[in-house]
């Protein structure tokens, strides 16, 4: 089991920038593939980004790529999301995700068995 926590969201003018922080409990942390995903009002939660367990391989939803960066770090047990160039559609409540081997490479949304309680990222236009 892990417990997971974000902070860094908050209100931030469209082409700026935030960083997600999702940090975790338990001492297995450096076993899980982690993940980011993200609920606009009104819309399904959908796949931003993934790590794979030891930081080498990430993975991003087309909408991010080149904006968002993913990176893992297991000393801290914890995973960030820097997040550049933020537009309006960006808004949406972001949650961190965990899963544990074995999982797919990349690893399915529907693989992701922890979840975080989520922080609001509103960008204003």
């Known amino acids: 089991q892990v417990q997971l926590a974000e902070s860094g969201g908050g209100l931030v003018q469209a082409g700026g920038s935030l960083r997600l922080s999702c940090a975790a409990s338990?001492?297995?942390?450096?076993?899980?593939?982690m993940g980011w995903f993200r609920q606009a009002p009104g819309k399904e939660r959908e796949f931003v980004a993934a790590?794979?367990?030891?930081?080498?391989?990430?993975y991003y939803a087309d909408f991010v790529k080149g904006r968002f960066t993913i990176s893992k770090d297991n000393a801290k047990s914890t995973v960030y999301l820097q997040m550049n160039s933020l537009a309006p559609e960006d808004t949406a409540v972001y949650y961190c995700?965990?899963?544990?081997?074995?999982?797919?490479?990349?690893?399915?949304?529907?693989?992701?068995?922890?979840w975080g309680q989520g922080t609001q990222v509103t960008v204003s236009s």
């Open positions: 338990g001492q297995t942390f450096g076993r899980y593939a």
């Open positions: 790590v794979s367990w030891n930081g080498g391989r990430s």
């Open positions: 995700a965990a899963t544990e081997p074995p999982y797919s490479d990349p690893p399915l949304p529907k693989e992701f068995d922890f």
